[in-house]
Structures are given as C-alpha cells and as structure tokens.
C-alpha cells in the first residue's frame, strides 16, 4: 500500500496496513508530528489534511487513506526551510505553553485560511471549536491567526 505524505510516496509494509493513519504516520513512518492524544476524534491533536480537507487521523484506518494526497505538520514549511506564514505567527505569538494539541491547532487554521482569508473571532472560533488546548492558549492562537492571515493575503 501506498500514502503520498507531503508530496512522498511512502509505502506502508503488511504489518501495519490494519493500523489508523495516526499510528502509521508516527510509529511506522517517522512523523511524530501529528499527536496521539484522545484517540477517539474529540481533541483535534491528531489532524492531518486528506485530500486538501481537514480529517482527524485516529478515526481514518490507514487503507481509507491510500493513495490519497496528505499533508502533515511536517509538510507545511518550503522546501528551503522558510515556514509557513501559521508557523511564524505561532512563534512570534509565543502560543504554545506544553505544545501538544498544537500541531492540530495549526493544520486546523491552515484549513480555516484556505476557505475564509480573513476570519473574524467568531469564524475563527467556529472553526477551532473542536481543537482542544488544555493549556488555554486559545487567544494566542486566535491572535496568530489573524496574523498569519494577512500575510497570506499580502503574499497572494
Ligand atoms: S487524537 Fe484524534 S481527535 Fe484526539
Ligand atoms: S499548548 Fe498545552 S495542550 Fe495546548
């Protein structure tokens, strides 16, 4: 089986093709980057894009993703190393406290920008909604995106 993982092709061995995407991602494949945390599809730390739309990877068995386009957290920054306008926002915005919903919280914007180039808080908020942060970076979060949008909007 095959996945295409930020433009790769990635082969999947046997042992793992009964596997979520998630696990395959991070304990087959080496991208630790999406994060394993409720498992059930109710925190958003495991979000990935499939297909260009945002998908929780602990609820999609592996052979659901073959052969389809994914995008992680690893995938976003330009090849030269230049980040992607969220991930700047989000270190100049200081938003993570201990970091783990947010890679999910990223790949979540990423999907909001795409449809809605200039949200306000309450598009933002609707679209983060299932993006849980226990730490409560949620205004640091709303801030970086705002933030990451109009250089998105200068750049296009
Ligand atoms: S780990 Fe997938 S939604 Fe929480
Ligand atoms: S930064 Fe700790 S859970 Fe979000």
Partial sequence: MKLNINGVERQVATDWQDETLLTVLRDHLGLPGTRFSCGIGQCGAC?????????????????????????????????????????Q????????????????????ALALL???????????????????CRCGTYDRIRKSIKKAAIVMREAN
């Fill in 114 to 132: 795409e449809t809605t180039p200039d949200p306000d808080d309450a598009d933002i908020d609707q679209a983060m909604n299932g993006n849980l």
């Fill in 47 to 87: 979000l990935v894009h499939v297909e260009g739309s945002p998908v929780s990877s602990c609820l999609m068995s592996v052979k659901q993703a073959a052969d389809k386009n994914i995008l992680t957290i690893e995938g976003l920054a330009a090849d030269d190393g230049t980040l992607h306008p969220l991930q």
């Fill in 89 to 108: 926002a989000w270190i100049d915005e200081n938003v993570p406290q201990c970091g783990y919903c947010q890679s999910g919280q990223i790949m979540q």
